[in-house]
């Protein structure tokens, strides 16, 4: 090991990578010496000294550990772009938040963010649609769409799914989501539950006169099922599908973004088991890495959190996602770990808000993230004391209410879905 990395007076390069690192040194170990492997294991060295990579190579290949702030353990490394393939997300992923993950010298480190220079982004295609994308699908511009998540999430016949998901569109939903346990169960086979359900949304649109969506969840065991079922969804019409990000894999997420540029197909990113890498503010990876690498690959949605429901997550935590997933730029922000990004022509994605919400949460909801937000509702519709379909006029409510600055409690006065989930969840 060179154990020559660190330059605080080093500043990074257009053509370069930059990681924001928390590190922990296991007990013993210099803060130093942890950095310099950590470097040096993410890109051209090894645990021992070795002789195969010439010293001009080296030279010109070595990362840049420019900044440390040992108080906070905060640690940032420049990698130059030529270490890495710059349209793999799976490849980045193995050199800046692979082995280095496991290494002994280490008691705990985290990926905070990364910012990608002009030459990753470009390589990338993002998302094809994005956020203004979305609004154009649906047609509405003046307030956050309103989904739902057909429950339970798994042990529903086809027949029973579609109607639970025509009760939510004609109640007011402008999405119905499958459940990310639910892909092509016996009890629910994926063929026959596209046809029928998107059969529902045609029939719900046609009633209300709005323009609805089905995100049928294409999570498969192979990327070509994957992308059987998305063409299967486009054949049929569809204009939207779900994938499970982390179950499915980066290679699943960029061959799907592939091959949807020739399909009128916007993609839902479901992120459950996420927290098994970011939960741990101490260990593994950020959701914010995590965001701003779909992003890149260009997924049009993505879930952020919600702080009032009833997934982990402060509120800094998920306004930083929200701002990584919506802005064109992204300023810095050291306190909360939040390199500079500028995204050039990688268009936002529209932000998800979903777990445990109820129509009592809207108003919250509202002033936290405004209009640009699709706030995702399961068990907040259809557990509704009036079943499904009240359930889904509930949420309407309760976003006009909020909308004109009108208190739940008043409202409900003369909206009875309303005062029933008031009722309830209080
Ligand atoms: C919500 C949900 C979503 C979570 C994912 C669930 O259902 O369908 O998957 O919101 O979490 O299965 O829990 P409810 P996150 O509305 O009934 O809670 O958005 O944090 O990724
Ligand atoms: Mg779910």
Redesign the pocket.
Known sequence: MREDYIETEYKPKPDELVCEYYMEPADGVSFEKACNHMAGESSIDTWSDISTLSPEKAQELKPHVFSIDKERGVVKVAYKQDLFEIDSVPQILSAIAGNIMSMKLVKNLRLEDIAFPKDVLNSFRGPKYGLNGVRDLFGVYDRPLVGT?V?P?VGLSSEKHADVAYKSFVGGCDIVKD??NLTNQKFNAFDKRVKITLDAKEKAEKETGERKMYLCNITAPTCEEMLRRAEVINDLGGKYVMIDIITAGWSALQSLREATEDMDIAIHA???M?SVMTRNPRHGVNMVALAKLTRLIGHDQL?I??VV???H?DKDEVLSLRDECALDYMPANDQLHILEQDWGNIKPMMP??????EPGMIPDLYNMFGKDVIM?????IHAHPMGTEAGATACRQSVEAALENITLEEYASNHKELQSALEKWG
């Open positions: 998540i429950k999430k459940d990310e479901h992120r459950c996420h879930h959190g919600t429901g009833k997934m997550g998800v808000a979903s777990g445990g919400l995702q509702f399961g068990a907040g």
